[in-house]
Every structure is written in structure tokens, then in C-alpha cells.
């Protein structure tokens, strides 16, 4: 069993920055591809970013690469999310999530991810 507790979000004007934090407790070891989904209001939840194992590998939504970028701190049981040149567009609920599956490499789709976080709401003003 793992939980994941999300840190971080809040409001932001357009063009700033918030940095994310999701911290792992329970059996740490077994979470292998994590990532960051959001869901906007009235919209489906969609992928943000994703990191592999041992942080060397990501993957980026089109909408978010060159503005964000995820990391992975395995000794702290911890990833991140820093967000830049924010936009109102972004303003979502988002989500920490973790595999706990055989690979690990990223994971892309949501159906991979095993433990979800209760999600930090992140408002970007215009």
C-alpha cells in the first residue's frame, strides 16, 4: 500500500510559477513510473507529466512542455512539478499518481497507475 499526499498548489497570476510536491509513504520501495494528471472542471483527467524509476526518463503533454518540468527524488520519497510561465488555461485539480507495476519506465496512461493522491487545486488568474 503506498499513500500520497500532494503539497503546493494554490493561486498564481498568469505568467507565474508554483512548484508541486508529492510525497510517498507505505511501501516506497514498490513505486516504479509516477506522474501528475489534472482535471479542470466539467473536464475529463488528463496527463501532465510522467518520470521513470530513476528519474532519467519523462514525458511531457504538449500543452505543458517548455513550462513545466517534473523530477523525482527516490531518497525522499518524493516528486515534484515546478510550473512556469503559468497559464489561466492550467487551472486545474491536480493529482499525484504512482505505479506500482512491473516496469519502470513512465507511464502515459492513467489505467497504469495504481495510488492516486486526493489532489492540491492549482487557480491561475489572468
Known amino acids: 500500500q503506498l499513500q500520497l499526499t500532494e503539497s503546493g498548489g494554490g493561486l498564481a497570476q498568469a505568467g507565474g510559477n508554483l512548484r508541486l510536491s508529492c510525497v510517498v509513504s507505505?511501501?516506497?520501495?514498490?513505486?516504479?513510473?509516477m506522474g501528475w494528471f489534472r482535471q479542470a472542471p466539467g473536464q475529463a483527467r488528463e496527463l501532465v507529466a510522467t518520470?521513470?524509476?530513476?528519474?532519467?526518463?519523462?514525458y511531457y503533454a504538449d500543452s505543458v512542455k517548455g513550462r513545466f518540468t517534473i523530477s523525482r527524488d527516490n531518497s525522499k520519497n518524493m516528486i515534484s512539478l515546478q510550473m512556469g510561465s503559468l497559464k489561466p488555461e492550467d487551472t486545474a485539480v491536480y493529482y499525484c499518481a504512482a505505479s506500482v507495476r512491473g516496469s519502470t519506465q513512465y507511464q502515459i496512461d492513467a489505467k497504469a497507475y495504481d495510488y492516486w493522491g486526493q489532489g492540491t487545486q492549482v487557480t491561475v488568474s489572468s
Open positions: 507505505g511501501r516506497t520501495t514498490s513505486a516504479n513510473g
Open positions: 518520470i521513470s524509476w530513476s528519474g532519467t526518463s519523462t
